[in-house]
């Protein structure tokens, strides 16, 4: 079963994480599952960027982005080439280290 090894954020995971998950599974689902709670404003139907991620390694092992994802992720918080929405981004097989980003475009939180 393949891990995601979450590096810590201040205030989602401050020690980090490592969770074991089933492939198929969205990296959101992952998360907010493993008590990880990533903002997913728009219910993680690809209309927001708030679960941005980086994918620090395993990038590749990821199926390609369609187009709507592409054109939110413009508009995403501190944008890398291994940026993704975790809500489209699907585990295979393969390890993941993956880095929630310090801000997202909502200016306030439901949380908070």
Same mark, same amino acid.
């Given at each position: 079963?393949?891990?995601? =090894?979450?590096?810590?954020h201040a205030v989602?995971?401050p020690?980090g994480?490592?969770?074991e =998950?089933?492939?198929?599974?969205?990296?959101c689902?992952?998360?907010?599952?493993?008590e990880?709670?990533?903002e997913?404003a728009c219910e993680?139907?690809?209309?927001?960027t708030?679960?941005?991620?980086?994918?620090?390694?395993g990038?590749?092992?990821?199926?390609?982005?369609?187009?709507?994802e592409?054109?939110?992720?413009?508009?995403a918080?501190?944008?890398?080439?291994?940026?993704r929405?975790?809500?489209?981004?699907?585990?295979?097989d393969?390890?993941?280290?993956?880095?929630?980003?310090k801000?997202?475009?909502n200016?306030?939180?439901?949380?908070h």
């Amino acid at each position: 079963m393949p891990q995601i =090894v979450v590096l810590p954020h201040a205030v989602l995971c401050p020690d980090g994480a490592v969770l074991e =998950v089933e492939p198929g599974t969205s990296i959101c689902d992952a998360l907010l599952e493993n008590e990880i709670d990533i903002e997913h404003a728009c219910e993680k139907s690809c209309a927001c960027t708030t679960c941005h991620i980086v994918v620090r390694e395993g990038f590749e092992t990821l199926g390609d982005a369609d187009e709507i994802e592409e054109d939110l992720l413009d508009k995403a918080w501190g944008l890398e080439p291994t940026s993704r929405l975790s809500c489209q981004a699907i585990v295979a097989d393969e390890d993941l280290v993956v880095e929630i980003p310090k801000y997202t475009i909502n200016h306030a939180s439901e949380r908070h």
